[in-house]
C-alpha cells in the first residue's frame, strides 16, 4: 500500500479527490481494507472426503466446507459436470443445468420403483391440504380436467389433426399450478 | 432419521430413512432441530426455478436445535447449547466474512461464486443438506449459531435466522430518512417484516402492496402500515406517484422476487418459458415507483441468468440499487435486544404449525396461499 504514491508519482493529481467517507456500502460492509489482499488470507481447515463436488469455474478449487447432499449421478450428473465447463455468467452453465434437473426427477421415480417404492405423487404434492382448505377449487380443477379430457378425446376420435395442442397446453398448465 | 426429501417440482415428502448426518470437518457440529421453517426462498426451489435442485435434497435455512455433538476444532459452542443457526453458511475468517459480509462467504459454496453457502438451498447455494429434518450438519459452528437467550421464545428465536433480519436489512438498505415514504411490494413474511422494520428507522409512512387481501388485512395491524392491492389499483406505479404529489416514494424494498405475479408477460417469459431467471414484475414496478435520486432496496431472490429490468430509467432517475442476501450474524445482537425491548415480535407471524411427517401439505398451504397462509413451522417430533 505504502509504495502505491511511488508507483502513481507520474500521474498528476493521483488520489487528491480520495473520500474515505464516499463508502455507500455502510453499514451492510464494514470496510476494513482486507479486499487488497485478494484470495491471500488464512484459509479455514479444508473438509476431506471422498464424494464428487463439482466446483465453479471462476474460483481455483473448492472451498473449505461444502455440502454433501446429493452427488452428481445418471444421465443428470453427465449434464451437470458438462454444465460446470462453463462460468457461472453463461447460458451454458444455467440451462444444462435446470435440464438436469428435469432428468433428475425422472430419475428419481426410476430410483424410487427400484428399491420397490412407489411413490404417492398426489400425497407429495401436498393434495390432502388442498382437499381440507380448497374443496371449491379442487372441484373446479377438477372439473375442468375432465371436460378439456372429454373435450380432446371426442376431438382427436373426430380428427387428428391441430386440437393435441390444445391439450399438451393445459397439460403444462396443470403441471405449473401444481 | 426423518427428513424432507425432494422429488422434483411440486412433490416433496418427508422420508425415515435418510442416515444421520456425520462430522465431515473438525469445526462442524450435529444439531437436534427443534423448530424449522419454510420461507418464500423455499418456494423457488419447490416451484423448480433454481437450477440445481437435485432430487433427494432436503431443504430447510430457517431452524433452531439443539447441539448433540460438536467437532474437534469447535470451541465456543457445547453439546446441549440450544441455538438458532442463521441461513448463512459463514467462516468467519475470508475477507468478505471479515467485514461483516456474512452472506458472501468464499469458503462455503464450491458450486458458485455468486452466492453464499446457504442450508438446504440446492447446490447452486452449496449442496447443503437443510434442516426440514430431525438432524442437520452445521459448518462453522463457532461462526454462526448463536445460544438463544434463556428468556427468549423458540418460536421467536426461528424467526430471527432469516425473515426477522432480512426485513430488517431491507430497510436498513433504504437508507430511510425520518419522515421518507417508503413503498414495500410483497405481504409475505420478508415483506411484513421489512414494513414493521422501515417505523424503526423513523419512516413517516409505510405502504405495502400484495395481490392476497389476507396478508394486506394481516399487514395493516401487525406492521401498522397501509396496505393496497395492486389488483385493484389499476397501475401501481401510477397510483404511487399520484399519492406522494407525483413525486414518488422516497424508498421502494422489493420483498417479492422471482416469482412476482402482475405482469403476463414477466410471468410468460419468466416463469412459464424460463427465458429470465424468474419475473421481475415487483422491481420493475419498484424501479419506476421511487423517486429521482431515490433508493431502491432488493431482498427479493432472483435466479442467476438475467432479468429484465428498466435500467434506463434506473440510469436517468439516477437511482442508487443495494441488494443483498440479508448478513444475518451481522444483525443478530441488535435484533435479539429489539425483540427483547418489543420492538419486534417474530412469532407473530406464525399462523401454520405442522409435524415434519406433514412436510409435503406446509409446502402445499405456504405454496397455493391456503388457509389464510403467512409463515409454516415445521416441528419435528424429536424436537
Ligand atoms: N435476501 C434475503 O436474504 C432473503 C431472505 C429470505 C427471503 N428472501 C426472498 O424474499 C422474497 C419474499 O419471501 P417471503 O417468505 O415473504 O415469500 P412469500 O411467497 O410468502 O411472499 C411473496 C408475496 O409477494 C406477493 N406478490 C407477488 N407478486 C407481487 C407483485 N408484483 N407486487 C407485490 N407483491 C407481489 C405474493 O402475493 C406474496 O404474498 C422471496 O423472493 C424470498 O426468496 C430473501
Ligand atoms: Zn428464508
Ligand atoms: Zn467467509
Known sequence: MENIPEQFA???GWGVDADPENEPTYPMKHYTGDDRRRMNYERPPRQTNGIEVLHSNERPGLTAVYGTSSPPSGLSGVIRRFAFRFSEGSFGHWLPLILADRVNMIEGIFDDLRHGFFPNIMAERGWKAEWKYNKKGLAKRALIGALIATAAIVLLSKNKGPKKRQLAASDDDWLHRW | MLAMN??????????????YPEIL???????????????????????????????????????????????????????????????????????????????????SNPEATAVGGIFGYSHTAGGYDGGQAEYVRVPYADVGPEVIPAWMDPDDAVLLTDVVPTGYQAAEMGGIKKGDTVVVFGAGPVGIMAAKCSWLFGAGRVIII??????????????????????????????IKKTTDYFGADVCIDAVGCEAAGSAMQTLTGRKMLLQAGSSTALFWAINAVKKGGIVSVVGVYGPTGNLVPIG??????????????????????????????YIDPKGIITHRLPLEEVAEAYHIFSQKLDHCIKPVLVPAAA
Not at chain 2, 425432494?6 to 442416515?19: S, T
Open chain 1, 10 to 12: 507520474h500521474i498528476k
Open chain 2, 6 to 19: 425432494y422429488r422434483g417440482p411440486f412433490r416433496v415428502r418427508a422420508d425415515r430413512n435418510k442416515p
Open chain 2, 25 to 107: 470437518h473438525p469445526n462442524d457440529a450435529i444439531v437436534r432441530v427443534t423448530r424449522s421453517c419454510i420461507c418464500g426462498s423455499d418456494l423457488h426451489l419447490y416451484h423448480g426455478l433454481v437450477p440445481d435442485t437435485r432430487v433427494g435434497m432436503t431443504f430447510g435455512h430457517e431452524f433452531t436445535g439443539v447441539v448433540e455433538e460438536v467437532g474437534p476444532g469447535v470451541q465456543k459452542l457445547k453439546v446441549g447449547d440450544h441455538v438458532l443457526v442463521p441461513f448463512n453458511i459463514a467462516c468467519g475468517t475470508c475477507p468478505f466474512c471479515k467485514q461483516e459480509l456474512y452472506g458472501n462467504c468464499h469458503e
Open chain 2, 210 to 239: 400484495d395481490q392476497l387481501d389476507y396478508r394486506l388485512e394481516f399487514a395493516r395491524t401487525y406492521a401498522q402500515c397501509e396496505a393496497y392491492n395492486f389488483r385493484s389499483l389499476g397501475d401501481p406505479v401510477l397510483f
Open chain 2, 313 to 342: 430509467n434506473v440510469l436517468n432517475k439516477g437511482l442508487t440499487i443495494r441488494a443483498n442476501q440479508a448478513s444475518v450474524k451481522r444483525l443478530l445482537p441488535k435484533l435479539i435486544s429489539h425483540v427483547q425491548n418489543g
